[in-house]
Nanobody
Framework: QVQLVESGGGSVQAGGSLRLSCAAS????????VSWFRQAPGKERNWVAH????????YYADSVQGRFAISRDSAKNTVYLQMNSLQPEDTGMYYC???????????????WGQGTQVTVSS
């Protein structure tokens, strides 16, 4: 119903920045919020941030507050995650996801992208 494709991952040194993109297609009228999650090796997948498509209001996990910024370009059906002051603990696979009503629960997400790898070296 909805297809999500992430891009923009890569390898950076601590203190560096990356900008991730999540391009949506298909039945995008179903999208209420778009969320970013990440999963470090050997750990569970955790919520990072989400944005409400209508108002554009955004929310962040404490671990990234003040360093990351989520935004959207509705005309392009694309959500971005600007990541600044990256630290080694930010390393992981980053996924965007969406659900008609839920924004933070991994289990509730209906649609997921394939993920994009972010590696931060000290």
């Amino acid at each position: 119903q909805v297809q999500l494709v992430e891009s923009g991952g890569g390898s950076v040194q601590a203190g560096g920045s990356l900008r991730l993109s999540c391009a949506a297609s298909g039945n995008t009228y179903k999208m209420f919020c778009v969320s970013w999650f990440r999963q470090a090796p050997g750990k569970e997948r955790n919520w990072v941030a989400h944005i409400y498509i209508g108002k554009g209001s955004s929310y962040y996990a404490d671990s990234v507050q003040g360093r990351f910024a989520i935004s959207r370009d509705s005309a392009k059906n694309t959500v971005y995650l600007q990541m600044n002051s990256l630290q080694p603990e930010d390393t992981g696979m980053y996924y965007c996801a969406t659900d008609p009503s839920s924004c933070r629960s991994v289990a509730a997400m209906d649609y997921w992208g394939q993920g994009t790898q972010v590696t931060v070296s000290s």
